[in-house]
C-alpha cells in the first residue's frame, strides 16, 4: 500500500471520529453542545478531505437508497427505544398533549410549510406537501436527548413536556408517512382512484396494521425473552440486542403485511415494557438500544454532513433558506401555541420548550430519500425540496444541540421550583 492511500486515511479519520464520538458523548451532560453538533462538524470536515483526495462524496439524491436505508436503521431503532421509555398507562388523558401534537401541530406544520412552499418557493403543491410532510415531523434519534430518561429514571408523572416530546417523535415519523405518500400522489397526477388508493392502503390500513403488529409482536417478544431469560435459555450478557432483533421483526413484519413499520416499532417498544414493567431488564434492554442508536446517530450525521457542498447550498434558493428560520421560528411555534390553547394545565415554559423543540434530523433525511427513490419529482423540485430539508436539518442540528441543556434547565426549575 502506498504512503498516502485514500484508504489508510480514511481508516485513520474513521477511528479518530469513533474517539471523537466518545468523548463527546462522555461529557456532553456537562456542555451547552449535544454530540450530533459535533458529528455535523465532522462530517463537513470528511467531505471536504474525500474531495482533496479525490475522492466521491456521497450524494442524498444519486446516493438515495444508501443514504435512506442508513436513516432507515436509525429510525428503527430510535422508536422502539422511544417506546420502552414510556412509563405512562396507556388508556388515560395523560396522552392529551401528544394526542395534540401530533393530530393537531403536525397537520397544521405541513399546510403551512406547502402553503409557503406553492405560494414563495415556487413548488408544484405535490412537491410542497412532500416539503411540509419531510420537515413536520419531529426527529427520535435528536429528541432523545431533551425528552424523558431510560426506565426507572423518571418520576411516577414525567414532566409533561418532556414526555410529549418523546411520545411525538416516537410515534410520528409512522404518521407523517401517509403525508408524504399524499403529496407524491398529488405530485403524480392525484387522479380520484389514486386518492381513494392512498386513503384505503396507506391510512385506513396501514395505520391499523401497524399499530397491531406492534402490540402483539412486542408483548409476545417480551413473553418469549422474559421467559427464555428465567430459564437460562437467553444469556444476560446479550440483552443489548433484542432492542436490534425486535424493532428489526416488527418493521418487517408490518411491512410485509401493508403496514407502517415506524408506527410497529414505537408501539412493540410500548407493548414491550407493559408486559414487565420493572426497572432492572427494561433499563438493560433500553441501554443496549441506546448504545446502537448513538452508532447509528453519528453514522448518519456524518453522512449528512459529508454531503455539503457550495452547489448544493445554493439548490434552495433565497425562499428555500428563509423557511428554516420561519419554521422553527413562527410555523412550529404559531401551530403549538394555537392547539395548546385550550390546555391551560400547560406552563408557559412547558409550551416554550414544545415550541421550540420541533427538531429536525434523520427522519426528514429519510423522507427526503423516499421521496427520490420514487422518482416522480421533476430534477429540479427534487434538489430544491431535498436541499431545503437538509438545510433545516443541519440548522436544527446546531440550534436545537446548543439550546437542549440550558433551556432543559429552565424547563425543570418551573416543574420543581426552588
Same mark, same amino acid.
Given at each position: 500500500m502506498a504512503a498516502g492511500d485514500p484508504y489508510a486515511v480514511a481508516l485513520v479519520f474513521a477511528g479518530f471520529v469513533v474517539c471523537v464520538a466518545i468523548a463527546a458523548l462522555s461529557y456532553q451532560r456537562e456542555r451547552a453542545y449535544s454530540a450530533s453538533v459535533i458529528y455535523?462538524?465532522?462530517g463537513i470536515a470528511a467531505g471536504a478531505v474525500l474531495?482533496?483526495?479525490g475522492g466521491e462524496r456521497i450524494d442524498p439524491i444519486a446516493d438515495a437508497e444508501l443514504v435512506g436505508r442508513i436513516a432507515e436503521g436509525a429510525l428503527l431503532v430510535a422508536v422502539f427505544t422511544a417506546g420502552l421509555r414510556v412509563e405512562r398507562?396507556?388508556?388515560?388523558?395523560?396522552?392529551?398533549?401528544?394526542?395534540?401534537?401530533?393530530? /393537531?401541530?403536525?397537520?397544521a406544520c405541513v399546510a403551512l410549510i406547502a402553503l409557503f412552499g406553492t405560494q414563495v418557493m415556487g413548488l408544484s403543491l405535490g412537491a410542497a406537501l412532500v416539503l411540509g410532510a419531510v420537515l413536520a415531523p419531529t426527529d427520535p434519534v435528536l429528541a432523545g436527548d431533551i425528552g424523558?430518561?431510560?426506565?426507572?429514571?423518571?418520576?411516577?408523572?414525567?414532566?409533561?413536556?418532556?414526555?410529549?416530546?418523546?411520545?411525538?417523535?416516537?410515534?410520528?415519523?409512522g404518521l407523517a408517512a401517509p403525508f408524504v405518500l399524499f403529496g407524491l400522489v398529488v405530485a403524480a397526477g392525484a387522479a380520484s382512484?389514486?386518492?381513494?388508493?392512498?386513503a384505503l392502503a396507506d391510512v385506513l390500513l396501514a395505520i391499523p396494521v401497524g399499530v397491531l403488529v406492534g402490540a402483539l409482536g412486542g408483548y409476545g417478544l417480551a413473553a418469549l425473552v422474559h421467559t427464555g431469560r428465567e430459564r437460562g435459555m437467553l444469556d444476560t450478557q446479550f440483552d443489548g440486542f433484542?432492542?436490534?432483533?425486535?424493532?428489526?421483526?416488527?418493521?418487517?413484519?408490518?411491512?410485509?403485511?401493508?403496514?407502517?413499520?415506524?408506527?410497529?416499532? %414505537?408501539?412493540?417498544?410500548?407493548?414491550?415494557r407493559r408486559y414487565e414493567f420493572g426497572h432492572e431488564y427494561n433499563r438493560e434492554l433500553h441501554d443496549?438500544?441506546?448504545?446502537?442508536?448513538?452508532?447509528?446517530?453519528?453514522?448518519?450525521?456524518?453522512?449528512?454532513?459529508?454531503t455539503v457542498t457550495l452547489a448544493?447550498?445554493?439548490?434552495?434558493?433565497?425562499?428555500?433558506?428563509?423557511?428554516?428560520?420561519?419554521?422553527? /421560528?413562527?410555523?412550529?411555534?404559531?401551530?403549538? %401555541?394555537?392547539?395548546?390553547?385550550?390546555?391551560?394545565?400547560?406552563?408557559?415554559?412547558?409550551?416554550?420548550?414544545?415550541?421550540?423543540?420541533?427538531?429536525?434530523?434523520?427522519?426528514?433525511?429519510?423522507?427526503?430519500?423516499?421521496?427520490?427513490?420514487?422518482?416522480?419529482?421533476?430534477?429540479?423540485?427534487?434538489?430544491?425540496? !431535498?436541499?431545503?430539508?437538509?438545510?433545516?436539518?443541519?440548522?436544527?442540528?446546531? !440550534?436545537?444541540?446548543?439550546?437542549?441543556?440550558?433551556?432543559g434547565r429552565k424547563l425543570d426549575e418551573e416543574v420543581t421550583p426552588a
Open positions: 455535523l462538524a465532522l474531495h482533496l483526495l398507562t396507556l388508556f388515560s388523558g395523560q396522552w392529551r398533549s401528544v394526542v395534540i401534537l401530533i393530530g /393537531l401541530v403536525m397537520p424523558v430518561g431510560a426506565p426507572g429514571e423518571q418520576a411516577d408523572h414525567p414532566e409533561e413536556a418532556r414526555f410529549a416530546i418523546s411520545a411525538e417523535a416516537g410515534l410520528n415519523d382512484e389514486d386518492i381513494l388508493e392512498w433484542v432492542a436490534i432483533a425486535s424493532p428489526l421483526l416488527l418493521y418487517g413484519v408490518a411491512e410485509a403485511l401493508g403496514g407502517i413499520g415506524f408506527v410497529a416499532g %414505537f408501539v412493540g417498544g410500548l407493548a414491550f443496549g438500544a441506546e448504545v446502537f442508536e448513538k452508532l447509528l446517530e453519528l453514522a448518519v450525521i456524518l453522512v449528512l454532513g459529508s448544493a447550498l445554493k439548490e434552495p434558493g433565497v425562499a428555500g433558506w428563509l423557511l428554516t428560520p420561519l419554521l422553527l /421560528l413562527v410555523i412550529r411555534p404559531a401551530a403549538v %401555541f394555537a392547539c395548546f390553547a385550550p390546555m391551560r394545565a400547560l406552563g408557559m415554559r412547558s409550551r416554550l420548550f414544545l415550541a421550540w423543540f420541533g427538531v429536525r434530523g434523520v427522519a426528514a433525511l429519510y423522507f427526503c430519500t423516499l421521496a427520490v427513490q420514487t422518482g416522480i419529482l421533476s430534477p429540479s423540485e427534487e434538489g430544491t425540496v !431535498v436541499w431545503t430539508a437538509l438545510v433545516c436539518v443541519m440548522v436544527s442540528i446546531l !440550534v436545537h444541540g446548543m439550546t437542549s441543556d440550558p433551556l
